[in-house]
């Protein structure tokens, strides 16, 4: 019971909302089709159907290894030694790594993801760096060249 719970009840849940995501894009899509649809649009709807896609095949892809183990497991069905081991890291390795495979996604489909990831570690590690903006050295320049004009240097 406790396999189906944590591992099988998501994956079916999971499914079912994205097909439902699907299913209204889908249907927005049938509806404005009457009207004059900007390719914008079209577009912005098909990258993400493209990236829900996405997202539940990581998913499931991630989870499959790690629900099938804990089946083999749970039911006592024999597995050849030398497969045992590595088939329990891999599925372990592939349920941990599936926590991180979403921001890459979004990372890949979502441009304002991307620039929001930008700014945040620019502006993170810029208080690191000690490095002042473009803007700010052009006017500290010209400062120091006017101080230097008053104090008569580089007059010959």
């Given at each position: 019971?406790?396999?189906y ?7 079916i849940?999971?499914?079912i909302?994205?097909?439902a ?13 009457s009207r004059a649809?900007h390719g914008?649009d ?5 990258q993400?159907?493209?990236?829900s ?7 499931w892809?991630?989870s499959?290894?790690?629900t099938i183990y804990n089946i083999l ?11 045992e ?5 891999v599925?372990?390795?592939m349920f941990?790594?599936?926590s991180t ?12 993801y991307?620039?929001g990831?930008?700014?945040s570690?620019n ?6 760096w000690?490095e002042?903006p473009?803007t700010q050295?052009?006017?500290l320049?010209r400062?120091r ?5 008053n104090?008569?240097v580089g007059d010959?």
């Amino acid at each position: 019971m406790h396999i189906y719970v944590v591992h099988v009840l998501p994956l079916i849940i999971l499914a079912i909302l994205y097909c439902a995501i699907a299913v209204t894009l889908r249907r927005q899509d049938k509806v404005l089709s009457s009207r004059a649809v900007h390719g914008q649009d079209q577009r912005l709807k098909q990258q993400a159907m493209k990236m829900s896609l996405c997202v539940i095949g990581a998913f499931w892809i991630c989870s499959l290894p790690m629900t099938i183990y804990n089946i083999l497991t749970d039911y006592k069905i024999p597995v050849p030694c030398m497969l045992e081991k590595p088939f329990s890291f891999v599925s372990d390795l592939m349920f941990y790594f599936s926590s991180t495979i979403n921001p890459i996604i979004c990372f890949s489909f979502v441009g304002s993801y991307r620039r929001g990831l930008r700014e945040s570690f620019n502006s993170s590690l810029g208080g690191c760096w000690n490095e002042r903006p473009t803007t700010q050295r052009r006017a500290l320049g010209r400062i120091r060249e006017s101080q230097g004009k008053n104090l008569g240097v580089g007059d010959t």
